[in-house]
């Protein structure tokens, strides 16, 4: 039994969220103690930022919805070691601080981290605009705020939040003010996508980490279609168990899709718990089914069935309250087209994204969502 598993089982759901808070505290102070990773963060840094691409939320100025695209290849890396705290003014009900001269909407990035409770606010700042005195404004949900000035010239305020926050900003005359709500107050519909890092903690290559590949594909299309998704990576950095059990607590989706990656592809779900109306065994069935279909033409041998969560066991599972799957699909083979070398073919795994968004669709058909 690893260590998370018998801190969940020790502790309480009242322990359990002081224990969750006292490691959010200790994420925030470690933030000025990291550059030992600056070298890695700058040799994996196009990686890094093709998956922020996909989770970057909009930047929202005045009453229009401006996209703000973070950089795909840049040289751009974090100074660590000239990070410092910002002094923070708490009152009020947002986020609320200036700007430099001529900022403008394509000057800012504003990155949602749900997993740490992190919001990352990166603006455009060559002349050190920001320092130690520089007046923030918050409101009593922001625990701490941290500004690591970036190699490229910007600064990253990196805000430490006490809980799993939504928001909506605006930029009025020089001051960016930034909003909170909870999740299901600004979406109806939200699941949590779980890439397990599995294998992939050794990849060697993007095909590697399919399922991380699968959640992000996934995740797009479900949000085109109005469904929030939340993933419990973005990169090659995997929680502990017993913090992303505590982060889809506090998120309370409406279901759970864990993605693994093995040599065949299998749907698994927790049969010993029994859930009212929709259940685990409704969503593996429609899971099964719809996978079951869209694979069907692509000529793929292995067999695709529902099992117990017995046979294939992950302690995420059995704890969930929502309706929950573990997926498992194989790695991505790699092709040459004879003329730039050698790429990945996703076809086989883009046909079990489109089973998966079509199972949640009817899921919440189904629901009556």
Known sequence: MTEDMEKDIELGAGELAIWQEERRDKLYTALLKKTAVVAALF???ALSFMFVYLSTRSV????????????????QY??????????????????????????????????????????IIKVAD????YTEDSSITTPSNVTGCLCVP?????????????????YTSTLDNGTLSVSFVNPHEMYEKIVVIDPILGDAANATSEGDDIALYEALALKDKLEKDGVKAYLSRTDSNEIELVDKKAFIREIAP??????DCAADTSVYYNDAMYLRKYGNDDFAKQVLADISYEVGGTGHVDSITALSLSERPYELMKVLDAPS???????????SDGVSGVSVDY?????????LYKAVMYAYADMGK
């Open 43 to 45: 040799s994996v840094i």
């Open 60 to 75: 929202v100025l005045g009453d229009n919805a401006l996209v703000k695209e973070p950089v795909t290849k840049s040289e």
């Open 78 to 119: 974090a100074l660590v070691d000239k990070a410092f705290k910002m002094s923070l003014s708490k009152e009020g009900d947002s986020i609320m601080f200036s700007l430099p001269q001529g900022t403008k909407s394509e000057d800012i990035v504003i990155e949602n981290r749900v997993t740490t409770c992190q919001l």
């Open 126 to 129: 060559g002349d050190g605009f």
């Open 150 to 166: 970036q190699s490229d010239g910007t600064s990253s305020l990196e805000f430490q939040l006490d809980d799993i926050y939504e």
């Open 254 to 259: 409406d279901l759970v899709i864990c993605i």
């Open 325 to 335: 799957v573990l997926v498992t699909v194989p790695k991505a083979p790699t092709v």
């Open 347 to 355: 076809s086989y795994q883009d046909h079990i994204v489109t089973g």
